[in-house]
């Protein structure tokens, strides 16, 4: 079986992968899974503005989040979790507008850098830790 090699080509394309995923489910910017979809049906506009279309991507960005988050869960445990949560009572901050609306946007875009850091880092630990220590590694059952 091969190793995976973690390079620093790989980990800025892990990188980059999980900062398209965070932006695309949510930015402030309003260009967004969330506003294209799930802010109509909360401004009235009815689940009848939900098409097909709008249904794949959802489903698409379902996955990546659940692929992402499995390897994070697996690799980071507790930890990864918690900075995870972090990055999501930021959120919460800002939109329950606890955080002063004038710096909402810059503290956003600093949230979600450190959610798609953190996935990326839980994208790569299993393999970092198989290059410190050789190819032992807990993430493999059996």
């Known amino acids: 079986m091969q190793v995976e090699r973690l390079t620093p080509r790989g980990m800025i394309v892990r990188f980059l992968t999980a900062l398209l995923l965070v932006y695309a489910t949510f930015n402030p910017e309003g260009i967004s899974f969330f506003h294209w979809t799930l802010a109509p049906i909360v401004r009235g506009e009815g689940i009848g503005s939900v098409g097909s279309l709008k249904v794949v991507a959802g489903i698409l960005l379902l996955i990546g989040w659940l ?51 953190v996935l990326t880092i839980g994208g790569s630990w299993s393999a970092a830790t198989r290059r410190i220590t050789g190819p032992a590694d807990t993430d493999r059952v059996g």
């Open 67 to 117: 692929v992402f988050l499995r390897a994070s869960r697996r690799s980071l445990g507790i930890l990864g979790a918690g900075l995870v949560l972090g990055g999501a009572i930021v959120w919460l901050l800002i939109g329950s507008r606890v955080v002063p609306p004038g710096s909402a946007r810059a503290v956003t875009h600093i949230a979600l850098v450190i959610v798609s850091l």
